[in-house]
């Protein structure tokens, strides 16, 4: 296969949270008692230890340009654990100079002045799962931060330093109108975050919401909200570059670009994702999703969940289930790069796509028209072997 290797990121998975929100569908664990912080983050690093062993050269010559720290909800760790994962990483990794380093953070688990410490640790990116600024909709998705609580703890983060902050917002939540949704959006623009992320409320399978439907907008109800909620970030300023992604000039995340572009990622922690790129095609890794399993492994092949090569004829598809989200799209040449595969295995879907209207009529791009980006899912259905 002629793969290029792709940049390479890291990300990082902290698996307890406070209280499992009834919407949740990530692989979160709520706390009871006093979690094993210390030792988890040396299986973190044993973890690494051994898929950098596991996977050779693959990783070899490639700089970590972003680490994620998500969950869960990483800020139950204290900075001077965060601190010392990240020295350990960079003891077996070489990190860009310009490396952005996220870390998730809950409004209602950061205690006054931690942030100085994240940022000491290296963190140099706080996103805050804010959800809403509406107290009886925090409540009824679960949250333990008030609205009070969210924008303080914004605040904190900006006056300790960190000026690269995401917001993350959900809208069609229980019984919200168009009113409250935007009303939302104005909160979020009055803090002056560099990022927003807003996205829709959908019920998964295997959670609380999924068992007892909470009363929800209809899809048209839904679709004008998020009509409305772009239209109100774009004129402050926040261009939308992803399905559900806005930023304002120069601060698109790029950890969540490289997963669009189809970039290589190690995976840790319990549950953790991975997919590394070498001359035998795309492998894609996950490690035990339970935290006690996960610590009794630490480092031994049983913290793997799953490990296999992704077959070629399911290459397309994965490609575009990435690509296709980006507003701008991504050049047509970078599908042949990231998959070794011809340009040819992905003509018949990309015809037939900009027939119907999907795809602009573009041979050098793959873009979605604006039709394509509100049908994207139909988009990219079209290209599953």
Not at 157 to 162: F, M, P, R, T, V
Not at 167 to 190: K, R
Not at 211 to 228: F, K, M
Not at 312 to 337: I, K, Q
Request: overall charge negative; glycine content about 8%.
């Amino acid at each position: 296969m002629n793969l290029v290797p792709p940049p390479l990121s890291l990300y990082v998975h902290m698996p307890w949270c406070v209280r499992k929100c009834p919407y949740c569908d990530f692989n979160s664990h709520g706390v009871r008692g006093t979690p094993a912080y210390a030792d988890y983050v040396d299986a973190l690093l044993a973890d690494l230890d051994a898929d950098l062993r596991d996977f050779g050269t693959a990783h070899d010559a490639r700089p970590i340009h972003t680490v994620f720290f998500g969950g869960g909800t990483p800020s139950l760790f204290a900075p001077e654990l965060v601190g010392r994962f990240l020295d350990g990483a960079r003891e077996r990794l070489v990190f860009a100079p310009d490396a952005e380093i996220t870390l998730e953070t809950n409004p209602g688990t950061v205690e006054h002045g931690r942030f100085d410490g994240y940022l000491a640790a290296g963190v140099n990116r706080i996103s805050f799962g804010v959800q809403s600024f509406d107290n009886d909709k925090l409540r009824r998705l679960g949250r333990i931060h008030s609205a009070n609580e969210a924008a303080d703890a914004v605040r904190q983060a900006q006056d300790a330093g960190i000026d690269n902050i995401n917001i993350d917002l959900m809208y069609a939540l229980p019984e919200q109108t168009l009113a409250g949704a935007l009303d939302d959006v104005e909160q979020a623009i009055a803090l002056g975050p560099a990022h927003v992320s807003h996205y829709q409320l959908t019920l998964e399978p295997n959670t609380a919401f999924a068992a007892n439907p909470p009363p929800l907008p209809d899809d048209d109800a839904a679709w004008t909200i998020q009509e409305a909620c772009e239209s109100r970030l774009g004129q402050a300023g926040y261009g939308q570059y992803e399905v559900s992604a806005y930023a304002l000039p120069g601060r698109r995340c790029a950890h969540n670009l490289n997963y669009w572009r189809f970039g290589d990622y190690l995976g840790i922690g319990a549950g953790a994702h991975g997919k590394i790129s070498d001359a035998n095609g795309v492998r894609r890794r996950w490690k035990t999703r339970l935290p006690a399993a996960y610590l009794a492994s630490a480092g031994q092949p049983a913290r793997i969940g799953g490990d296999n090569l992704v077959a070629l004829d399911d290459l397309p598809f994965e490609y575009m289930l990435n690509a296709l989200r980006l507003v701008d799209g991504v050049p047509t040449a970078d599908f042949a790069e990231r998959t070794g595969l011809p340009q040819a295995a992905i003509v018949p879907a990309m015809a037939a796509c900009v027939a119907r209207g999907w795809l602009v009529d573009d041979a050098r791009m793959l873009k979605t028209t604006p039709l394509g980006q509100r049908f994207l899912n139909d988009v990219i259905e079209a290209f599953m072997a």
